[in-house]
């Protein structure tokens, strides 16, 4: 079982509370002697602990109208400010709701109404469920309009907002797309952007098969051109339909295959790049819970490695037992079970009692963050690139000051994304009513990183020069890879090689003259990205 930190001096021991604040006092003396107020934090932190320069004590807590809320998904723009998306009721509905957040936790004055907004869309229980930032800053949020139409039919929909929260009239009606599908209860889950700025949109409904034919579940597909239009190169009429009881999260591969997950048991999907089922995955298309060693409850997010394989966040069953688990599958490109992963290609963690993933994210080390639920709790946790639970990593689970704790003991953490520096933020609910939060985690370290930025486009690679952790960021298409290379050093000039499945990165550093060039090269599809910095002292390190 995993050690377990709750950042809470009282459920501390004496030795480790008198240790830690004695370590604080003496970081914070010096600091107040040597640095200005915003940069006095020394203290030593771990890979787990709640980051205290986010929030108080790296949790944030945000109240709507006084009303149950929930955070349900996050995303981090480039110049690290957050946008978090969920619903928020206000007396009589449940509507879509959006907040930003600068990089401390504070809420962004300069969006919406106080860094907050809400937005009806004609039915009681509407809400957000995913959410993008395109390269230009607008913000793509996908949800649910709980009023169908009048055949009894239900609609995916999405919204775009500009950078300050209004809406953006250039996309669909007003800013707002309804797509109709011939299910009820149809809501958009999941959100993607492709590299020509191209969005598609997962979800699902319940189709009813008259006469007689009953109900079943099924997952759903959507993909708009960049103006909210649907694009009729994609499936039947921008739309494509397949098994499963909704999809719940959706990744786009380098080559532009779209891998997806779908709710209830295990069930993975890849498309082609025109919606039809890749039929060189798994079994004409799909991977599913009968393909497993073992039986999954539930595949809720996806993320996709740098080598090109796939790995699946969910619950499992623990045997023997009526409770449930965290659990990741990983798959090789092709649909296969990775036998080098977990339990042939399964792995399961056990923290306490009624465990699930809801979103996992893959660091630049391979290790995997999970964010979900234990023992009905808001937590986070990290997995090896093996599938074994990282018992270097303190498991998460923090008390969010609710003024009533006992009344709702139950917390959940929605999302997680993961910051170039490899702090962990994730998002959720808790308290009651509920309210949206959120949480800073520190990461890895890594040492000192070194930015190094093209001077025409702005492409960024960030580097470890310790342990050789790269991330690459091509500004202009919102295009991101990362990994660990080989680290040279030879008097004043570093140089990093990185050779994957997909990719090959080469970096000089010549730190005698502060300059820098890199070249990125990405095979399927073929990209050549170029990085030339001849002052490698004036960068800003984000996005134009």
């Known amino acids: 079982m995993l050690k ?79 946008v978090a998306v969920g619903s928020v009721n206000e007396i009589f509905s449940d509507d879509l709701g959006l907040a930003r957040y600068n990089p401390d936790g504070t809420l962004d004055p300069t969006f919406g109404s106080s860094g ?53 009239p250039t996309f669909g009606v007003g800013g707002i797309v309804r797509t109709r599908f011939p299910s009820s209860s149809a809501a958009a889950l999941s959100i993607a952007l492709q590299p020509d700025g191209k969005i598609i949109a997962g979800g699902g409904g319940v189709l009813n098969l008259e006469p007689g034919g009953g109900l079943f579940n099924i997952s759903e597909l959507a993909r708009y051109n960049p103006d909210g239009s649907l694009d009729q190169t994609f499936g039947t009429g921008g739309k494509v339909f397949a098994g499963g009881a909704g999809i719940a999260d959706l990744a786009v591969q380098p080559d532009g295959k ?84 977990g339990n042939g290609g399964v792995a399961a963690g056990d923290l306490g009692s009624n465990e699930g993933a809801w979103d996992c994210a893959i660091q630049t080390n391979g290790k995997i963050v999970v964010a979900g639920t234990s023992d009905q709790r808001f937590t986070v946790a990290r997995f090896n690139s093996n599938g074994t639970f990282d018992n270097t990593f303190n498991v998460v689970i923090p008390d969010f000051g609710c003024a009533s704790p006992g009344a709702n003991p139950v917390s959940v953490a929605y999302g997680v994304a993961l910051y170039p520096n490899g702090k962990i933020l994730a998002c959720g609910t808790a308290c009651s009513p509920r309210d949206w939060v959120l949480a800073r985690f520190e990461g890895d370290p890594v040492g000192p990183d070194i930015c190094i930025q093209d001077e025409s486009n702005g492409n960024i690679l960030r580097l470890s020069p310790t342990t050789g952790d790269y991330q690459f960021s091509a500004c202009g298409i919102g295009f991101v890879i990362g990994g660990t290379g080989t680290l040279t050093k030879r008097g004043d000039i570093l140089t990093l090689q990185a050779f994957g499945s997909n990719s090959r990165v080469l970096a000089r550093i010549d730190g005698s003259v502060n300059r820098a060039t890199a070249s990125v090269q990405v095979f399927s599809p073929a990209r050549t990205f170029t990085i030339t910095d001849r002052d490698t002292r004036n960068n800003s390190c984000s996005c134009p």
């Open 4 to 82: 377990i930190s709750v950042l809470d001096p009282a459920n501390l021991n004496s030795t480790k509370t008198i240790k830690y604040l004695s370590r604080a006092l003496l970081a914070s003396a010096v600091a107040l002697l040597l640095f200005p107020p915003s940069l006095s934090y020394l203290a030593e932190t771990a890979a787990g602990d709640l980051d205290p320069t986010f929030g108080m004590g790296g949790k944030v807590k945000t109240d709507f109208f006084g009303r149950s809320d929930e955070a349900r998904a996050i995303a981090i723009q480039s110049d690290n400010k957050i």
């Open 116 to 168: 907050k907004l809400s937005l009806n869309l004609n039915g009681s229980q509407d809400g957000a469920e995913d959410v993008a930032i395109q390269p230009d800053g607008k913000i793509v949020v996908a949800g649910r309009d709980s009023t169908p139409f009048s055949d009894g039919t239900g609609a995916f929909v999405l919204v775009r907002f500009n950078p300050n929260g209004s809406l953006d």
């Open 258 to 341: 779209i891998v997806a997950v779908a709710h209830f048991f295990f069930l993975a999907l890849r498309f082609n790049t025109n919606g039809t089922p890749d039929l060189t995955f798994g079994s004409g298309g799909r991977v599913e819970n009968t393909d497993l060693p073992i039986r999954l409850i539930s595949s809720l997010g996806v993320a996709i490695q740098t080598d090109g394989k796939i790995v699946c966040g969910g619950g499992v069953r623990a045997p023997s037992s009526s409770t449930n688990d965290f659990s990741l599958v990983r798959l090789n490109a092709n649909g296969t079970l990775d036998a080098a992963f």
